[in-house]
């Protein structure tokens, strides 16, 4: 049976602390999959655990963040379509509004203000900037909106560590992972190597340089000059974290699972784990696309997709952006649309066809205003599968558990099968 995997990004809250986006949205399409379905929830990392989206889609899609996340820097460059040579180490960036002259943070992300047409100049003025006397390289693109990537290109015989922390202050590295930070201090963090080798304080230096020239050609740019005459805020600064070196021993979706995997996503981080993966990308165009064009254009990838592939992996990001500020009705709006527009059409022409997977690659409380490590609800729906609540929701899915989202594929692959 063809397999539809839904993730809704950052939709669950915390019932803890008020009324849910899930539980308060109208959704009678995501709800229908509820009444025969197997709920539960589910830590995408760990308990407590508050997870980027990169290493958590990559737990979803079945691989285990500890053997197999390579970092969030080569997963951006892959799906920007930015080598990371050997030796080189790749980083994920965020252009950023600075007081700079203390460095103290004004908006982590330009007040999401920055359109892609901007940063583009902006990248520009970053690409090929030589670090270290000549050790390094910079190679700098933008991707959508305020978010780019960048990979420290070795010359001659240098090597690069990716054994560095963040400078951007709002997520802490532990291990591969970057967790989400309920308080920082709204300073860009110096880099600091965090092993004792020659390669990990070198990169942590070059780090740093960057850090520093960026600011000093960025805050002179035309761009920024043209964005202060409208009185917007400046894109002055970069902030960096997630450093990874190339990927390297990750199995395909289809060595794992013996699918024929096909993805639909709207992020670059999202391309590149598909592409890491093995799985064919049809991909969503963003830019300049309201909320319902995108969700429309993904329902379309998805039938088109399912044509030929036995799973097809879905992830919209609705939810998670006025999650991110603190907007409950935009959540619940967000769902709805989610509803109305893609999962209307989808099961619409797939119901008694397919099976469906739906869950999140974590929480974005409203209240919170950030990722948080709470579990997440999911739902495996499927033509001959046992009565479920009825409800898509985080009240609705309690009871099973499963601890690690690389699980969830084999356990709904197991259950089916009876």
Request: aromatic content about 6%; charged content about 25%.
């Amino acid at each position: 049976m063809r397999l539809v995997y839904i993730v809704l990004d950052g939709a669950p809250d915390r019932p803890s602390e008020g009324p849910t986006s899930l539980g308060s949205a109208r959704k009678p399409w995501l709800d229908s999959l509820a009444e025969r379905a197997v709920c539960g929830s589910l830590y995408t990392i760990a308990p407590g655990v508050a997870p980027e989206s990169d290493a958590a889609t990559m737990s979803l899609l079945g691989y285990d963040p500890e053997r197999f996340y390579p970092g969030r820097g080569p997963l951006e460059a892959l799906g920007a379509g930015l080598e990371v040579p050997s030796g080189g180490v790749a980083f994920r960036a965020n252009f950023a509004t600075v007081d700079p002259v203390t460095s103290r943070l004004v908006d982590r992300r330009v007040g999401r203000s920055l359109s892609s047409s901007e940063a583009k100049r902006l990248a520009e003025a970053l690409d090929g900037m030589l670090l270290g006397g000549g050790l390094a390289r910079a190679r700098f693109r933008a991707t959508i909106g305020h978010r780019a990537v960048l990979v420290l290109e070795p010359l001659g015989d240098a090597v690069f560590s990716d054994a560095v922390s963040n400078t951007d202050p709002a997520y802490e590295r532990r291990g591969r992972i970057s967790v989400a930070l309920e308080r920082w201090e709204p300073f860009i963090a110096r880099a600091v190597p965090l092993e004792d080798t020659r390669e990990a304080r070198l990169t942590a230096e070059l780090v740093n340089e960057f850090t520093r020239k960026a600011i000093e050609v960025l805050d002179k740019h035309p761009v920024n000059k043209e964005r202060e005459a409208k009185g917007l805020p400046k894109a002055n600064a970069v902030l960096l974290r997630d450093a990874g070196s190339r990927p390297q021993g990750v199995p395909s979706f289809k060595e794992l699972f013996g699918l024929d995997g096909a993805s639909v996503v709207e992020m670059v981080v999202e391309r590149g784990i598909a592409r890491l993966a093995g799985l064919k990308d049809y991909s969503v165009e963003v830019e300049d696309h309201s909320l319902e064009e995108r969700l429309a254009s993904a329902a379309d990838a998805t039938l088109k997709a399912i044509e030929s592939h036995d799973l097809v992996y879905v992830h919209l990001k609705g939810p998670d952006e006025p999650g991110h500020d603190g907007d409950f009705h935009g959540k619940v709006k967000a769902i709805e649309a989610i509803d109305e527009v893609f999962m209307s059409e989808v099961v619409k022409r797939l119901l008694g066809e397919a099976a469906f997977i739906v869950t999140s690659d974590h929480a974005t409380p409203y209240t919170l205003k950030a990722h948080s490590g709470d579990p997440v609800p999911f739902m495996i729906s499927w033509p001959s599968a046992p009565r479920g609540p009825g409800k898509f929701d985080e009240d609705n899915c309690r009871g099973r558990m499963l601890v690690g989202g690389y699980r969830l594929i084999p356990f709904a692959l197991k259950i089916m099968q009876r």
